[in-house]
Nanobody, 121 residues
Framework: QVQLVESGGGLVQPGGSLRLSCAAS????????MGWYRQAPGKERELVAG???????NYADSVKGRFTISRENAKNTVYLQMNGLKPEDTAVYYC???????????????WGQGTQVTVSS
């Protein structure tokens, strides 16, 4: 079984910073693209940032210049450094990864359980 476990969410004041982590575990053969999505109340889930296995990144326009995605392949972990947080960044943040495993050689997407980020004074 493959699992993604997120950590690092919480309550922060506007202008503050948080760092999210997501570690993949299980019978993993290869991790391809990884990314962070978020879903605010009453809104659809949206891509925040993505990173390929080679380190190429892409960001939503709303977070460019404030958020940085990175990954540590040896630890099967992806990070999201969030600076200059705004109230509109408040959402549940989900980790996503495209993974091939012992039970599924064909890569398929996996999701974390989500971590709440609240930006408020």
């Amino acid at each position: 079984q493959v699992q993604l476990v997120e950590s690092g969410g919480g309550l922060v004041q506007p202008g503050g910073s948080l760092r999210l982590s997501c570690a993949a575990s299980g019978s993993i053969l290869r991790i391809n693209d990884m990314g962070w999505y978020r879903q605010a109340p009453g809104k659809e889930r949206e891509l925040v940032a993505g990173i390929t296995s080679g380190g190429n990144t892409n960001y939503a326009d709303s977070v460019k210049g404030r958020f940085t995605i990175s990954r540590e392949n040896a630890k099967n972990t992806v990070y999201l450094q969030m600076n200059g947080l705004k109230p509109e960044d408040t959402a549940v943040y989900y980790c996503n990864a495209d993974i091939s495993s012992v039970s599924s050689f064909r890569p398929r997407p996996y999701w974390g359980q989500g971590t709440q980020v609240t930006v408020s004074s």
